[in-house]
């Protein structure tokens, strides 16, 4: 089945930096990859997500990459704030088309 | 606020008893999900209804089933409770029953057993 890999499992930066997540997925039949943030005690936010049609989407300083070939996709962010700390999760839908699979999560933690 | 609820916020029972855990969908979804998130195995998917069928079955245990109901909330009960089914259990829905929709995710019931 499928299965998606994420890293790094944590991530520290400054204030304004760039914050960078990777997971990579096994199942070329993949076409649907979200990401989540999930605060404290919160239930997983859709902030974006891609399709396999297209290669890159942004939202104000959230960003997504998608490269179908090497089967991998990207978040960033830029211009961290202390409110972007939080748990990330990436996923992929599998094969049959009807669950998401999800990656372990990044814990980001912006500093001030 | 996502539009999906989710009660009990938090459940505490002991091991061999049975809970209910409640979820209403967003206004106009048609597909509810039910995922299980614990420290070791991260999100799971468990079990998925589209407009009161069951549609996919993920790593959900014989212990454990599933309904939605003609007005789509759902329910998952879950019986004779171990202490490692101790976890946040979150129903997430979308629209259309295909994954390639998007999913939001409820509050999550935080179930602890004892």
């Known amino acids: 089945g499928e299965n998606v890999e994420q890293h790094p499992s944590t991530l520290s930066v400054q204030e304004g930096d760039s914050a960078v997540i990777k997971c990579t997925y096994s199942?070329?039949?993949?076409?649907?990859f979200p990401w989540y943030k999930q605060e404290l005690g919160k239930g997983p936010q859709l902030i974006i997500d891609i399709r396999s049609n297209v290669g890159e989407k942004k939202d104000q300083r959230i960003a997504v990459t998608l490269n179908k070939t090497a089967k991998h996709f990207s978040l960033h962010i830029t211009e961290t704030q202390p409110e972007d700390s939080a748990v990330y999760f990436c996923a992929a839908n599998d094969q049959a088309g009807t669950a998401l699979i999800f990656g372990k999560g990044t814990t980001l933690s912006v500093s001030s | 606020d996502s539009g999906v609820t989710q009660t009990p916020k938090h459940l505490i029972t002991a091991t061999g008893q049975r809970v209910t855990l409640r979820c209403s969908p967003r206004s106009g979804d048609l597909s509810v999900y039910w995922y299980q998130q614990s420290l070791d195995q991260g999100l799971q998917f468990l079990i998925q209804?589209?407009?009161?069928?069951?549609?996919a079955k993920g790593n959900i245990l014989e212990r454990f089933s599933a309904q939605q109901f003609p007005d789509l909330h759902s329910e998952l009960n879950l019986s004779s409770l171990e202490l490692g089914d101790s976890a946040l259990y979150f129903c997430?829905?979308?629209?259309?029953?295909?994954?390639?929709?998007?999913?939001?995710f409820g509050p999550g019931t935080r179930l602890t057993v004892l």
């Open positions: 209804y589209y407009n009161g069928e069951e549609r």
């Open positions: 997430a829905s979308s629209v259309f029953g295909e994954s390639s929709n998007e999913q939001f």
């Open positions: 199942d070329s039949a993949s076409n649907y």
